[in-house]
């Protein structure tokens, strides 16, 4: 199995200017769904970084299935509790019928997503920081 592991991080930086532009933009819902998903494939990237693919979407579980660890690099501080945060944007931010009426764009707003965009740049950047000294 070929190392992608720098392909996943790259697009994890990626998703995150998304999340960035969409929040600029007054689209809360998309930037925590993107700020999700550089999170998402940061730790897929990780897990690649290390020797194992991990499937699946939710946060909690893909650093659950690392291997115990010293990290080069202390992850960050709460980062279970950062992963469970962004864990709670995967569904409602993208499914109206995730509430009781309206929309994801009536329900998310510049708190989440300031949030959203604060915990998955401290997860994303961790993740690159503690690849490049894993190499």
Known sequence: MADRSADWLDQALRDLEQAEESRRAGRHEWACFAAHQAAEKALKGLNLAVGQQAWGHTLTRLWAALPQR??????????????????????????????????????????????????????????????????
């Open 70 to 135: 010293d990290w080069p690099l202390d992850p960050p501080a709460d980062l279970e509790d950062r992963l469970r945060l962004l864990d709670g944007f995967y569904i409602p931010t993208r499914y109206p019928d995730s509430y009781p009426e309206g929309t994801p764009g009536e329900h998310f707003g510049r708190l989440q997503s300031d949030q959203a965009l604060l915990h998955a740049g401290v997860i994303t950047h961790w993740v690159r920081a503690a690849v490049a000294q894993l190499r």
